[in-house]
């Protein structure tokens, strides 16, 4: 009898300390061992003609270089990657009918890109050549999205899905044409965690791109996660990794204002700048914990996973990175630093 009652206490201990493993549900985990291989990249700094600001977006279109500088005098710079020189800056900080506040590139062809306006959920299509030919450039489209969107919206299929930082839905969809909102899509994921609404929005928060044809991907900031799905928003693939921790945060209210804070001694970076690199997704990762003295939110790892969410390859930078895009045809990345001042670093891969 004592040997059962003894047996029964170990069984509901183990399942107490299981209960307590924090996990994702349908999440396939993987660490570093499981990329194909490790690679390092050396970078080389690029030197142009004008001084690079303080930019917070960068895009490559063919041999030409874009940058949003918000604390300039002019929001876009345009530079000519094979002679190194500033060949366009335009738009304005404003509220005007061709202004903007909050700028953010848009994935684009070589042709014609696309602005959205954080601040108004506008989206502005120009004309490459136009664009850097005219000193005060207007755009052939503009599109007004019918609900505020968080963050940045972008062009999935035939559609525009914007970041909602609504509750039961991360997205919205928007038709392309009139900018009207046809659906909410995408919930969040399912682990064992209790979050409250506010400590949800905030712990996963979150970009997404896609690859243009029927896959599209989650990358979050502060779990390292990655959701695949295709058009329809049905979840492809769940992956953990490479080391598997989670984002916490505590609501607190302050008056009528009610907020959340990260705990300070777990929370880590994870993904940012995820890219359409053609056959996969290319996206930053960090690791690194926030509340540490030396953290600094530069990234030195690029990870490459096919667009089913198989890890491909582990780039490991020597120059780290605050953003980046990627230029699949040339088979180049082109990424912000600010160590120790704000520079253009390209990397071969």
């Not at 940058?67 to 876009?76: A, G, N, Q, T």
């Not at 848009?106 to 506008?122: A, E």
């Not at 940045?152 to 525009?160: F, L, N, T």
Request: aromatic letters at 14%; a negative charge.
């Amino acid at each position: 009898m004592k040997k059962n009652y003894i047996f029964v206490i170990c069984l509901f201990l183990l399942s107490v300390s299981c209960s307590k493993v924090e996990r994702y549900d349908a999440a396939e985990l993987f660490d570093f061992d499981t990329f194909v291989k490790i690679e390092e990249l050396k970078g080389r700094i690029l030197e142009f003609d004008s001084m690079i600001m303080r930019p917070n977006g960068i895009r490559v279109y063919d041999s030409l270089l874009v940058l949003i500088e918000p604390r300039s005098e002019k929001l876009v710079h345009v530079f000519n990657l094979n002679t190194r020189k500033k060949i366009a800056s335009a738009l304005s900080f404003g509220q005007g009918p061709d202004d903007m506040l909050q700028p953010k590139l848009m994935t684009n062809d070589s042709h014609t890109f696309q602005l959205f306006d954080r601040s108004s959920s506008r989206i502005f299509e120009y004309d490459m050549a136009a664009f850097v030919e005219s000193q005060n450039p207007k755009p052939m489209r503009r599109l007004k999205l019918s609900v505020p969107v968080f963050i940045s919206a972008e062009q999935v299929g035939d559609c525009i899905w914007g970041y909602s930082h609504q509750v039961e839905h991360q997205l919205y969809a928007f038709d392309s044409g009139d900018g009207k909102k046809t659906g909410e899509i995408i919930g969040y994921p399912n682990n064992n965690i209790s979050y409250t609404d506010t400590e949800k929005l905030d712990a996963y928060y979150m970009n997404f791109t896609s690859n243009g044809m029927n896959k599209f991907a989650i990358c979050y900031c502060m779990t390292d996660l990655i959701e695949f799905y295709d058009f329809n928003g049905n979840l492809h693939k769940r992956i953990h990794g490479p080391e598997q921790f989670f984002a916490h945060f505590k609501e607190y209210h302050d008056g009528e204002i009610i907020s959340s804070s990260p705990d300070k001694e777990t929370t880590r970076d994870a993904y940012f700048s995820p890219c359409n690199a053609g056959d996969c997704l290319m996206v930053m990762y960090d690791g690194g914990y926030v509340n540490d003295p030396d953290h600094t939110g530069l990234c030195s790892w690029i990870f490459s996973f096919s667009w089913n969410g198989v890890p491909n390859i582990a780039y490991k930078l020597d120059n780290p990175l605050l953003f980046m895009t990627v230029d699949s045809q040339h088979r180049k990345i082109y990424g912000i630093s600010n160590a120790p001042e704000y520079h253009i670093v390209e990397y071969s891969f």
